[in-house]
């Protein structure tokens, strides 16, 4: 017994040796030195941004980042991932640096598709550092709206008259549908309502358009007349759009969209009755003789986007000839790009002399005392039966005129051809001849008058001057006045003035800014872009279109139709795209339209956007507790440890071996 005593009392020593020993391991440890965190030390938490609606754009989502680590700083990209046709990150990865334990807070916008199903969607947010993923979470949002639906309803309007509604014409007002919501429009039908003064011409009030699918579009134009008295204000008019949609328990019920547009009436059309109306193709004889029937025929052309009513077109028959047809016309409505010809049958009396008599064509308004008067000039050389060559009456004149085209363009040289006709049987010589166009044209390189020494009796002679048309000259049909002073071969003096015509038009000037860069650019993933466009020229553009295309997909139009774009105003364009293939994607905007004169133009801006692979997210781990980590044991330390534990270890199986042998020799002793 009292050996076993012993061997407790020993053991016992040596275990409480031991244990100081790992004391004073544990002291050691406790003092080294900690080392730099980690795995996730930044913690990403979501604060606002939960509830949203298909369709909403630049959708914010609030979060807090957090650098757990306690020691070091860190510098991290924060990153909002978003998932194909559902939600499009708008804003960029964001850097930032916190310190230990410091907190920040970010913000993150998204565009949610229309389409989406009203339920809970979670986004992925990531924190890099070095490359390297150091924290993630989930951002939750749950799509909520009225029966599990978005409805929506873009509604724009163009006119073909930039100006506004012109009274006492009938206008288009052209209505684009856009169903920007989440669910089928049924049985839509859009209705107007008008003030005093504006009525439906020839037309329904109400259009049924029938089915709106989710991103469709449909056109539909109402016919306006506007009262000749109607005043130069604004008027309200409200469409009213019904439409029917289905909840979800099946059943339809119909919503309602209102809007009211403030358009601007031009009161007796201020001006523009006669503005793009042209008188052309005047054909007549040279010379007649008296008591013989001639035929003076020309055509008036409507070249702008807007029917032009109540006119009258007249010729203005001088004292000596007669006419025999009527000379003055009526026409109620001369539509946009209509043309049409006049004949009038004239003949020269007795009492006409030798003579070259003009004969003057206008078209004027009937209602608009504003508008101006359209002018064409042209004449005719009488000869009375049985008179003498040799009379003294002027006989030159202008008969033919060229100036390279249908119109000038305001600001350009151009050269006009001007043709003399000398109609008498004599030679006429000493001849002076003055172009004059005022302020609206002035010559280039040399004056404005030339001197031709004679032409033969029944010649021609052509001259060619180079002028140039006043940048700032206004839209018109304008003139030129044609001054000849010239003698015969007695050496008796004469005048004669005849008058041209030139159509003189402003050119266009459409700027157009460069295409704004996505944010972000996937494969297979919805971006978007814009570009704003400036009209720059002093006319309207008209029938402005725009669209965009490409080596991209798209999941709605990327066609914007503007209409006519006044001087001075400023638009702009959005699109949307799908990239096909990662690298550059190339695309256009092009611009089409008619200018002043009718002739279609085409601007085209091309981009370039460099298109990436969508980047695949691993699937957020649940935050773990981290495991601290473990410090580096000092070598000399471990080498105690060793020899204390080897020496007890000895001890014990020496004392085990001791005691078996001694209970052995019990045993035998008995």
Not at 141 to 148: D, K, P, V
Not at 389 to 413: C, F, H, I, Q, W
Not at 429 to 452: R, Y
């Amino acid at each position: 017994m009292n050996g076993q005593s012993r061997y407790v009392m020993r053991g016992g020593r040596l275990l409480a040796l031991l244990m100081a020993v790992v004391l004073v391991i544990g002291m050691v440890v406790v003092t080294e030195p900690a080392h730099a965190a980690v795995g996730r030390y930044i913690k990403i938490s979501q604060n606002g941004g939960f509830y949203a609606a298909p369709g909403d754009r630049e959708h914010p989502i609030e979060v807090t980042v957090r650098n757990s680590d306690s020691q070091e700083e860190h510098t991290v990209s924060v990153k909002l991932g978003g998932k194909t046709g559902q939600f499009t990150v708008q804003t960029k990865a964001m850097n930032v640096t916190l310190a230990p334990g410091e907190e920040t807070k970010m913000t993150f916008h998204v565009d949610i598709a229309r389409a989406l199903e009203p339920t809970s969607h979670s986004l992925v947010i990531t924190a890099e550092e070095n490359g390297e993923i150091v924290g993630s979470s989930n951002m939750h949002i749950s799509l909520t709206s009225t029966n599990g639906t978005y409805e929506g309803l873009g509604i724009n309007y163009a006119l073909d008259n930039a100006e506004g509604l012109v009274a006492g014409t009938v206008n288009d007002l052209k209505f684009e549908f856009y169903n920007r919501g989440s669910i089928y429009l049924r049985d839509v039908s859009a209705e107007i309502s008008r003030p005093d003064g504006i009525t439906i011409n020839n037309a329904a009030a109400t259009a049924n358009l029938g089915y709106l699918s989710i991103g469709d579009r449909k056109n539909y134009s109402f016919p306006l007349r506007v009262d000749s008295s109607a005043e130069n204000t604004n008027y309200p008019i409200q469409l009213t759009v019904t439409a029917k949609v289905k909840g979800v328990d099946g059943t339809l019920t119909e919503k309602t969209f209102k809007d009211t547009f403030y358009i601007s009436v031009v009161g007796g059309n201020s001006g523009l009755a006669t503005k793009n109306l042209t008188i052309g193709s005047v054909s007549a004889p040279t010379q007649t003789e008296t008591e013989t029937d001639f035929t003076l025929a020309f055509t008036v052309k409507n070249n702008g986007t807007v029917d032009a009513e109540h006119l009258k077109i007249d010729a203005e028959i001088p004292s000596g000839l007669l006419n025999k047809t009527t000379s003055t016309f009526v026409e109620n409505r001369l539509a946009a790009g209509q043309s049409k010809d006049y004949q009038i049958t004239l003949m020269a009396t007795n009492e006409s002399k030798d003579t070259t008599y003009p004969i003057k064509i206008s078209v004027s308004s009937l209602e608009d005392p504003n508008a101006s008067t359209v002018m064409q000039y042209t004449s005719i050389y009488v000869k009375s039966k049985g008179g003498s060559a040799n009379v003294s009456t002027p006989r030159l004149m202008v008969d033919t005129y060229d100036y390279g085209g249908g119109y000038v363009k305001a600001g350009d040289e151009f050269k006009l051809n001007v043709g003399l006709m000398n109609t008498s049987a004599r030679e006429l010589g000493n001849i002076k001849v003055t172009v004059s166009g005022g302020d609206t044209f002035v010559p280039v390189g040399s004056s404005n008058a030339f001197f031709v020494d004679s032409i033969e009796a029944k010649g021609h002679y052509v001259k060619t001057l180079r002028l140039r048309a006043n940048a700032s000259a206004e839209q018109s049909t304008a003139t030129l006045s044609v001054r000849m002073e010239y003698e015969d071969m007695d050496g008796d003096a004469y005048t004669a003035e005849d008058t041209i015509s030139i159509p003189l038009v402003q050119d266009t000037r459409l700027e157009i800014n460069d295409v704004s860069a996505p944010w972000e650019c996937y494969v297979g993933s919805q971006g978007s872009s814009s570009v704003e466009f400036y009209n720059m020229g002093k006319t309207t553009l008209n029938n402005l279109r725009v669209t965009a295309e490409g080596n991209f997909d798209t999941m709605e139009s990327n066609s914007y139709y503007v209409g006519n774009m006044s001087s001075g105003s400023t638009d702009d364009f959005s699109f949307s795209f799908i990239p096909r293939e990662a690298g550059p994607m190339e695309g256009k905007v092009i611009f089409t339209y008619e200018d002043a004169s009718g002739q279609e133009q085409v601007v085209e801006k091309t981009f370039v956007f460099e298109a990436m692979e969508m980047p695949v997210w691993d699937e957020p781990m649940m935050d773990m507790p981290m495991e601290e980590p473990k410090p580096d044991v000092p070598w000399k330390v471990i080498a105690a440890v060793a020899v204390v534990g080897a020496a007890v270890g000895f001890v014990i199986r020496k004392k085990h071996k001791k005691k078996k042998l001694h209970e052995q020799l019990e045993m035998e002793d008995e």
